[in-house]
């Protein structure tokens, strides 16, 4: 990172390449869609349905690895710049 005056006022900013912008750069969305295939691989809404209708809370493994994973994906979006391989398992909450 670098510190740059930019049309009068001062912000944090990265080196952009002018010529290819951000093209090659991970977008925080691809992020976030990661996460969402990996709660979906969880089943979490089944668990929140069944929670809801049944009124039993769900397992403490499931509602602790969702956390997990939300976690995972606001840290990985705030790197600067986003790994090329955010989506390795090496990035987000193991299943033990």
Known sequence: MRFAVIEGSR?????????????????VEQVHAEARRRLRALKLDEWRVREFVTGN???DAIR????????????????????????DDVYWPHVW
């Not at 912000?11 to 977008?27: I, L, M, S, Y």
């Not at 956390?67 to 606001?74: N, R, Y």
């Open 11 to 27: 912000e944090w900013t990265e080196p952009v390449d002018r010529a290819g912008g951000d093209q090659g750069r991970v977008q």
């Open 57 to 59: 809370p769900m397992p």
């Open 64 to 87: 602790h690895q969702s956390l997990q994973i939300e976690f995972a994906a606001q840290a990985i979006s705030r790197l600067s710049p986003i790994p090329d391989d955010y989506a």
